[in-house]
């Protein structure tokens, strides 16, 4: 081992022996190169923490661990393409499926985003549709209940209107039943004014009339009496000639009036 390496630091050629066969080895060993490849780019990680993170002393130099890293892939990608070409189609075949499948599921994605997002749009249609009819509903409920209020006004109005009408009417009609009333019960106190002024009138004039009678009886009778010899004082009463009281008798048997 020891004698690999100082050939190695001193022979120029063993170092381009040493590269050769591997990548000879690489070519016909593809998918084993690449693996040593992606390991090598781990390592170089690796030593790049050690050597800058920790301050530690690394075997290797991080850029020959980068340098054989993309020699061992590029060589292994290039010897496995040349000696699997079968597996190569394969690979491109599958690869354009998967690219076909994923633009496929891509194209049916973006159908089912879009006729989602249509049906969103119709859904938030609808929905907008439906609150606006729910809030024309509304208004019109609204509407219908000033109307019907402003009518159950009108009608409350009307009715008071019509009630103080009729109040006002039957305070008329009061009156005027009252006033006919009055002028009945004035014409029923002159008609019985009148009849008791015809009655006195009547009354005076049978007062006259008897007076007037008896006074033309009494003319009579002082005729009659002044002719049978008897007189009548102021008083209405009869005297004889002589001078004394004449009895009823006597007076009804001369034919005079007492």
Do not use: C
């Not at 030593?47 to 060589?75: D, Q």
């Not at 070409?85 to 491109?92: A, C, D, L, Y």
């Not at 009849?195 to 008897?210: H, L, N, S, V």
């Amino acid at each position: 081992m020891e004698k690999l390496k100082n050939l190695w630091d001193d022979k120029l050629w063993f170092k381009i022996l040493v590269i050769v066969v591997i990548l000879a080895l690489s070519y016909w060993f593809g998918i084993i190169a690449i693996l040593l490849g992606f390991i090598l780019f781990i390592y170089a990680i690796v030593t790049v923490i050690r050597k800058y993170i920790f301050k530690k002393n690394t075997r290797f130099k991080v850029r020959y661990i980068l340098l054989s890293f993309l020699a061992l892939t590029i060589m292994g990608g290039y010897g496995y393409a040349q000696t699997h070409p079968e597996e190569m189609e394969q690979s491109r075949i599958r690869q354009q499926e998967t690219k076909k499948a994923a633009e496929t599921k891509k194209d049916e994605d973006a159908k089912k985003a879009a006729k989602a997002k249509k049906a969103e749009a119709a859904k938030q249609a609808e929905a907008a549709k439906q609150a606006e009819a729910a809030k024309q509903a509304e208004v019109a409920k609204q509407a219908e209940v000033a109307r019907q209020a402003e009518a159950a006004k009108q009608a409350e109005a009307a009715r008071q209107a019509e009630a103080a009408k009729q109040a006002e009417a039957a305070r008329q009609a009061e009156a005027a039943r009252q006033a006919e009333a009055a002028k009945q019960a004035e014409a029923a106190k002159q008609a019985e004014a009148a009849k008791q002024a015809e009655a006195a009138r009547q009354a005076e004039a049978a007062t006259q009339a008897e007076a007037a009678a008896q006074a033309q009886a009494a003319a009579q009778t002082e005729q009659n009496g002044n002719s049978s010899g008897y007189t009548r004082d102021a008083n209405g009463r009869w005297h004889r000639s002589n001078g004394q009281f004449a009895s009823k008798k006597e007076i009804a048997a001369a034919g005079l009036v007492w």
